[in-house]
């Protein structure tokens, strides 16, 4: 089993959608969790990062995380074609090394 | 600006060819990553070093190497033993703190012709 999950998609939405993307995770140690973002060809950018459970809101983002379940979420409101782009879960415990999701490939259509 | 500056952007290896990948960080990190990238596989660890002349082989270590001499540069080569070294290539830096994510490069994507 893979430390963590993401259902790889492709996602395909229309322009203004609410946009869910989701991660799980094995390890109940894990504490720090992030969204990156990647344009094709492009490294990925930090998007949220989120410690231990809880939400976080920046504008149109929203990050939960539910440690009970091991799962994690980014939601994307009024979603724009430049929201077109793979997104990755990541997390890690204490230490340096970072567990990553596959990447979910997100289509915004106008 | 703070950040990592990875080269070339394209790169292409002839067979039996050795290639060196560039990536030079002012962030004054001291962990240092590399990673490689193919299309539904995710990200996947080639190696990392967590301070100046120390690393460590991560998963798929095989037909690379890599150098730590300074705290900004963590050259990575793709040697010939490399069977299928055509991917996109990320190299990534974390400096710990209240900061929670690695900051990455822009990539460099090597093709073998």
């Known amino acids: 089993q893979k430390e963590v999950e993401q259902d790889p998609g492709p996602l395909s939405v229309p322009e203004g959608a609410i946009v869910s993307l989701n991660c799980t995770y094995s390890n109940s140690a894990f504490q720090y969790f992030m969204w990156y973002r990647q344009y094709s060809r492009k490294g990925p950018e930090l998007l949220m990062y989120t410690y231990s459970s809880g939400n976080k809101e920046d504008g149109r983002f929203t990050a939960q995380v539910d440690k009970s379940s091991k799962y994690i979420s980014l939601f994307i409101r009024d979603s724009q074609p430049s929201d077109s782009a793979t997104y990755l879960c990541a997390m890690r415990y204490t230490g340096n090394q970072f567990y990553f999701g596959t990447g979910t490939s997100l289509t915004v259509i106008p | 600006d703070g950040g990592i500056t990875q080269s070339p952007k394209y790169l292409f290896r002839k067979e039996g060819q050795n290639v060196t990948l560039s990536c030079e960080q002012n962030?004054?990190?001291?962990?240092m990553y590399w990673y490689r990238q193919d299309p539904g596989q995710g990200l996947r660890l080639i190696y990392y070093s967590q301070i100046v002349n120390d690393f460590q082989k991560g998963d798929i270590a095989e037909g690379y190497s890599v150098s730590r001499e300074k705290k900004e540069s963590f050259p990575l080569t793709v040697t010939s033993a490399q069977k299928n070294p055509t991917a996109f290539y990320l190299c990534a830096s974390f400096g710990g703190g209240s900061y929670y994510g690695y900051t990455f490069g822009s990539g460099t994507r090597l093709t073998v012709v």
């Open positions: 962030l004054n990190h001291d962990a």
